[in-house]
């Protein structure tokens, strides 16, 4: 009777030992979307700053293209150019436990706090495009966008010619893109030419518009426009065209738009970045700093001319 309690014990034991193994096997195989396992250290947030532009939805394309690639998760919040809609976007990544953030500001001062709560996390951050004023983080990738302008407002001083009145569009204000064209644009435009208004249109096709039609009814001597995007430059040449007068318009970017604009004649010019290279250079940064190594504080990615 012993021996029969003996053996009957070991077969329980040994039954629950199986079952512990089978339910061990079975709990870590669990995927998530970009191939990775739940828990996966493989977790990058994207915070981009706005997808109603096609420039950031190209950003963000190749971002997600590059990570489903690597087999990574990747995941993606719009902000829609609204600084406290990032921070809460932000917020939100960093309770999923991602190990690296890429984030596009809508706001390069604003967002400062949100990217001090991930790297006290320890959380790695890239800042992309845009940089990030008043928070360390790991890696900048953006283009340069003072050189760019400066090119831009070069060639309207070429096709203008020097002491011509001419207007800037502005970007969304405090954005790091929209300060450094600013910059690279009076470089140039203070010495050379007649700068007659400067007025903000937060890089949006339909405020360039009404803003471009305020300052022809203000002064219609203006023969050229240098816009911080194509989208505001495609609303000022929609309200030139009204006009009849013939003006100038360079932009940046080099969305679909406007490189047809461009080749219809209707834009002067726009500066070529490379949106989808530097989403898959974001990508990328984030897997080797997860691999544990060290990345380049600063990666630059070329710009041009486009011009018919």
Do not use: C, H, R, Y
């Given at each position: 009777m012993k021996k029969f309690k003996k053996a009957a014990a070991l077969v329980m034991v040994m039954a629950l030992g199986a079952s512990a193994v089978v339910g061990c096997s079975a709990g870590g195989g669990e995927k998530?979307?970009?191939?990775?396992?739940?828990?996966?250290?493989?977790?990058?947030?994207?915070?981009?700053?706005?997808?109603?532009?096609?420039?950031?939805?190209?950003?963000?394309?190749?971002?997600?293209?590059?990570?489903?690639?690597?087999?990574?998760?990747?995941?993606?919040?719009?902000?829609?150019?609204?600084?406290?809609?990032?921070?809460?976007?932000?917020?939100?990544?960093?309770?999923?436990?991602?190990?690296?953030?890429?984030?596009?500001?809508?706001?390069?001062?604003?967002?400062?706090?949100?990217?001090?709560?991930?790297?006290?996390k320890g959380i790695k951050v890239i800042a992309v495009d845009r940089a990030v004023n008043g928070a360390e983080v790991e890696c900048q990738i953006a283009s340069d966008n003072v050189a760019g302008a400066r090119m831009a407002t070069e060639y309207l001083k070429e096709l203008v010619g020097s002491g011509a009145k001419v207007a800037e569009l502005e970007g969304v204000p405090g954005a790091s893109a929209a300060i450094d064209r600013g910059q690279g644009f009076h470089e140039v435009a203070d010495k050379d030419l007649k700068v007659v208004s400067s007025q903000t249109a937060n890089f949006n096709r339909a405020e360039g518009l009404s803003v471009m039609e305020n300052i022809l009814q203000a002064d219609g001597d203006i023969k050229g426009v240098f816009a911080h995007n194509d989208e505001m430059a495609l609303g000022a040449v929609e309200a030139i065209a009204s006009t009849g007068k013939d003006i100038k318009v360079v932009g940046f970017d080099a969305t679909d738009d406007a490189r047809k604009a461009v080749e219809d004649g209707t834009m002067a010019a726009t500066v070529a970045q490379q949106p989808e290279l530097m989403g898959k250079t974001a990508v990328e940064?984030?897997?080797?700093?997860?691999?544990?190594?060290?990345?380049?504080?600063?990666?630059?990615?070329?710009?041009?001319?486009?011009?018919?």
């Open positions: 998530k979307e970009g191939g990775s396992p739940a828990g996966s250290a493989q977790t990058v947030g994207f915070s981009v700053s706005t997808l109603n532009n096609p420039f950031f939805v190209t950003l963000s394309d190749g971002a997600k293209n590059a990570a489903k690639e690597k087999g990574i998760q990747l995941t993606v919040v719009d902000a829609g150019d609204d600084s406290a809609k990032q921070i809460s976007d932000i917020e939100d990544l960093i309770s999923k436990n991602i190990k690296v953030l890429i984030v596009n500001p809508v706001d390069s001062d604003a967002v400062a706090s949100a990217v001090e709560s991930a790297t006290k940064t984030a897997i080797s700093i997860m691999e544990g190594n060290s990345v380049e504080k600063s990666i630059p990615v070329e710009v041009t001319l486009i011009k018919k």
